[in-house]
């Protein structure tokens, strides 16, 4: 079970930092991934991490602000959310296909979720 945590409530331009880990169970050998639903859309895939944290995978529109690293001997994924805007309003959530390799940003493609934190970025 996939545990996400750290979201809250946060003015535009302010930054946050999620973390992902795993209840009983080890991360290290499995690519985590992040992903959003905000209100009335589809999950949208962020950005992946492999299970050695040598690569990573990010949509071309947030990897400026969006960050995601992994410290397996903590058994945390993190995403660092920087210059945060309205529009990222969304509960995140981390995902997992128990693969080491990412499998794209599809939510589709990843079977296991944490049931997610919500991310409100209001004045």
């Known amino acids: 079970q996939l545990q996400a945590s750290g979201g809250g409530l946060v003015q535009p331009g302010g930054s946050l930092r999620l973390s992902c880990t795993a209840s009983?169970?080890?991360?290290?050998?499995?690519?985590i991934a992040w992903f959003r639903q905000a209100p009335g859309k589809e999950r949208e895939g962020i950005s992946c991490i492999h299970s050695t944290g040598d690569s990573r995978y990010s949509i071309d529109s947030m990897k400026d602000r969006f960050t995601i690293s992994r410290d397996n001997g903590k058994n945390m994924v993190y995403l660092q959310m920087n210059n945060l805007k309205p529009d990222d309003t969304a509960i995140y959530f981390c995902a997992t296909g128990r693969e080491r390799s990412c499998s794209g940003m599809t939510a589709g493609n990843y079977e296991y979720w944490g049931q997610g934190t919500l991310v409100t970025v209001s004045s």
């Open positions: 009983g169970r080890t991360l290290r050998y499995w690519a």
